[in-house]
């Protein structure tokens, strides 16, 4: 006499994946703002190999890149607004992205006077 037992699976619980909660845009949220070194920007052209072409709010346009623990949280496209830290060498010219602000957080952004040098872009 064969027996046959049948192994039934169930499945396995992340106990340490984060719950996503969903948050109502209409409702006003606390918005990040540029502290020292930080400059507001808006991405004007992806150029390929991790870098993008930045104008910030003091008028320079910036080759930018998006350092490696906000590489995967941070998808980012043409017309953008984000936070720029220049880098200490070449500082006119490069520079690091480091927030990206959703299309939620972009008119509080106005209604403080925040994107006003960059509304010539």
């Not at 540029?34 to 808006?42: Q, V, Y």
């Not at 003091?58 to 984000?82: A, N």
Request: contains cysteine.
């Amino acid at each position: 006499m064969i027996l046959i037992y049948k192994k039934t699976f169930k499945p396995a619980i992340n106990k340490n994946k984060k719950k996503i909660t969903t948050v109502d845009p209409t409702l006003p949220q606390r918005v990040r703002t540029p502290r020292n070194n930080e400059l507001l920007g808006i991405i004007e052209q992806r150029l390929g190999f991790g870098k993008l072409r930045v104008v910030c709010s003091d008028k320079k346009i910036r080759i930018c890149r998006v350092p490696g623990k906000y590489r995967k949280r941070m998808w980012l496209r043409e017309e953008t607004y984000v936070i720029v830290v220049p880098w200490d060498v070449q500082s006119d010219e490069r520079g690091d992205i480091i927030y990206k602000y959703t299309k939620y957080q972009v008119p509080q952004l106005q209604e403080k006077g925040y994107l006003k040098n960059l509304e010539g872009h």
